[in-house]
C-alpha cells in the first residue's frame, strides 16, 4: 500500500511523520530562543558605567566634545548697542559677584537681628538694603534680557531661566507681598489680616537666593573641580558605603547574637538597628572606641577580637578606601579639568590663525591654507601644548584632503568643525 486512501486523501503514516518533523521543528526554535536567552547580555555588560573613573577615556571625550563650538550665550546678544555693551563688559559680571556675594552675608545677618515678621515691619536700614538688592538684580535681569537679539532665545540659556526665577521670587517678596500686606492693613484699619506664621515661611522663600552663590563657583576653578569630583564620584562613593552597610549588617547580627543575655548586651546591642548604629559610631567613627573594647574584652576576650576585626575592617580599610577613592576621583576631575582648558586655549587660538589664514573667507579650510597654519609658529606652538603629532599631520595631508567622491587625486576643502576632530584625533 502507498499509504493513501482511495480518493488521494494522506495516510495516517504520513501525517504522523509530518506532525513529528513539525513538532521537531517547533522544539528546535523554541530551543534556540531559550538558549538565546540564557546568554548574558553582553551589550548591557559593555554599556554599563565603570565604577571608578577613567582619566584618559575622559580626556578623549574632552577633546571630542571641544571639537564642536561650545556654547555662549553672547552670540545671541545684539552685535551693539548700549544693553549688549553693559551685559559683556567684564566689570558688568564682576560687579554682580560681587553683590551676590554680599546679599549671601547679608541674608545671614538679616536672619540674626531682623525679627519683624514683614519687611514693613522692620527697622529702617533693613528695608533699605532689601529694596537696594531687589533694584540691582531686576537691573541686572533687564540688562540681559534686552540684549538678546530675539528675545525668544533668552530660553535657551539656563542661567537666565534660573537668574528669573530667582528675580521674579525676590520681587515677589520684597515688593509685591509689602504692598498686599499694606493694602490689607488699610481695608482692615490698621489691623493685621495676614497670618503670621505663613508670612514666616514667605520670608524663608529668601534662602533659594542662597544659590545664587553657584554663579561664585563659577569664579573659582579650583571650587568647580571639588563640586564636579564630588559629583563623579558618587557611584564610586556609594558603593563604598553599600560594603560598609553590609559588614555593619553582619557584625550586628553576631553580636546581637552572642551579647543576647549580657549587660552590655541590653545597652548597646538590643536589636540589630541599634547594633548597627552603635557598631557605626564606634567602630567605623572611633568615638569612645577604647571604652567599646575594655567593655567587650570583659565579657570575653573573643567578643574583643572579633570588635577589632570589625574596626580593621570598617575604619582602616573601608573608609579609608573611601578617602583613596575621593582623592583619586578629585585629582582625575583635576587633570580633565586642566585638559579642557588647555584645549579650549589651544582651539581658541587655532581658529584665530584659521581666520586669518582663511583667505577666501569660505569657512573652511583647504590643503594649501593647511600648509600655511603648520608654517606658523603660533599654532605649531598650541598644537604642540596638546601633544598633537604635526609631522604627522603633514605626512598624511593628502589623505586628509583627498577627495574620494571625484578621485583622480583632487584634494576637499574640511569645515573648521572636522579640521578641528581630524587635528585632535593625532
Known sequence: SDGSGANGTPGAASMGGRTLRRASSVGAA?????????????????ARAPVFMDAAAMKDK?????????YDVTKFYHKGGLWSSIATHPWFDKLTLCVIAVNSCWIGVDTDWNSADLLTGAEAHFQVVEHVFCVYFSFEWVVRFMSFQRKRDCFRDSWFIFDSFLVVSMVLETWMLSAFVLILAGYSGGGSMVNASLLKMARLARLSRMTRMARLLRAVPELMILIKGIAAATRSVCCTLVLLLMGLYIFAIMFTQLLLESPIGREHFPDIPAAMTYLLTSGAFLDNVGYTLASLSEEHWAYGAIFLLFVLFAFVTVLNMLIGVLCDVVSTVAAVERETTLVASVR?????????????QSGSISKEEFMHLVSSKVAVAALALCNIDVEGLLDLSDFIFEDTEKGSGESKELSVEEFMEVMFSF
Open 30 to 46: 523554541w530551543l534556540d530562543r531559550l538558549a538565546l536567552a540564557a546568554e548574558p547580555p553582553k551589550d548591557k555588560e559593555a
Open 62 to 70: 574632552v577633546r571630542k566634545n571641544l571639537v564642536k563650538e561650545p
Open 348 to 360: 581658541s587660538k587655532m581658529l584665530q590663525v584659521i581666520d586669518e589664514l582663511d583667505v577666501n
